[in-house]
C-alpha cells in the first residue's frame, strides 16, 4: 500500500513538473521565438531544476512541438464541437477555418506561440489532421471539389486557416474587422478548391455573421 500511494505521488510531481515546464515555454514563447529562448529560461520560469526538463523531453524543439501539438489538439477539439451536428463537407471546413478564427481572437497567447513560433503540422497521415483530411476527402467523393483538391486540398486549407489565425494575431484585428478578412479568405479558398462563386459567397457570409455573434 505504502509503494502505490509513493508511486502516486511521484506521478503527481511528474505531472505538476511537466505542466509547469509547458505553462513557462507557452509564455515565453509568446513572447520570443523558440530560437531565442534557451532552455535556462524555461527552468527558471516553471521553477525547477534544469535536469527536470530532460527527464521529460530530449530537446528544445521536442519540447516546443509538444506545447504545438497540444494547442492543435485544444482546436481540433473545438472544431469537432462546432461540427459535431454538420454533414455537408463544405460547411465542415469552413466551420473549421472559422473554429480557428474564433481561437486567434479568444485564446491570443496560445495562438500567437502556435502560428508564429512552432512547427506547422501538414502531413496528410498526421493524426492532427485526421478530421480536416476527412473532410476534404468527403467533399471530393461528392464531387463538390476540383479534382487537385484530392492530393493538395488539405494542405491548401491548412495553410488559409494558419493565415488567417497569424494576421488577426500580427494585425490585431478587431472581431468585426477579422469576421471581414476570414470571410474574404474563405470566400477565395473555397473558389480555389472548384466551389462555385455564388456557394463560396454564401458560405463566407454565414461563417463570417456566426463569428460576429460569437462570443467565449
Known amino acids: 500500500m505504502a509503494n502505490t500511494t509513493s508511486s502516486k505521488g511521484s506521478m503527481s510531481r511528474l505531472v505538476r513538473t511537466r505542466r509547469s515546464l509547458v505553462d513557462a515555454g507557452l509564455q515565453l514563447f509568446a513572447e520570443r521565438p523558440v530560437d531565442a529562448v534557451p532552455i535556462d529560461d524555461i527552468v527558471a520560469a516553471a521553477g525547477v531544476a534544469k535536469g527536470s526538463f530532460f527527464n521529460h523531453f530530449n530537446d528544445k524543439q521536442s519540447f ?14 473545438r472544431v469537432a464541437e462546432a461540427n459535431k451536428d454538420i454533414v455537408n463537407p463544405l460547411e465542415r471546413l469552413t466551420g473549421g477555418m472559422r473554429t480557428a478564427a474564433e481561437f486567434a481572437l479568444s485564446e491570443k497567447q496560445r495562438s500567437i506561440v502556435v502560428t508564429r513560433s512552432l512547427k506547422l503540422t501538414t ?12 473532410d476534404v476527402e468527403s467533399a471530393c467523393a461528392h464531387g463538390l471539389l476540383r479534382p487537385e483538391a484530392e492530393s493538395s486540398g488539405l494542405l491548401f486549407w491548412l495553410g488559409a486557416c494558419h493565415s488567417i489565425m497569424s ?17 474574404d479568405i474563405m470566400m477565395m479558398g473555397l473558389i480555389g478548391l472548384g466551389v462555385g462563386e455564388a456557394e463560396a459567397r454564401t458560405l463566407a457570409e454565414a461563417n463570417k455573421n456566426q463569428l460576429l455573434r460569437t462570443t467565449r
Open 123 to 134: 502531413g496528410r497521415d498526421h493524426p492532427l489532421n485526421a478530421g480536416l483530411r476527412k
Open 64 to 77: 516546443a512541438n509538444a506545447i504545438a501539438a497540444e494547442i492543435r489538439l485544444d482546436i481540433e477539439a
Open 167 to 183: 494576421n488577426i494575431i500580427e494585425r490585431n484585428l478587431s472581431r468585426p474587422k477579422a469576421a471581414e478578412r476570414m470571410a
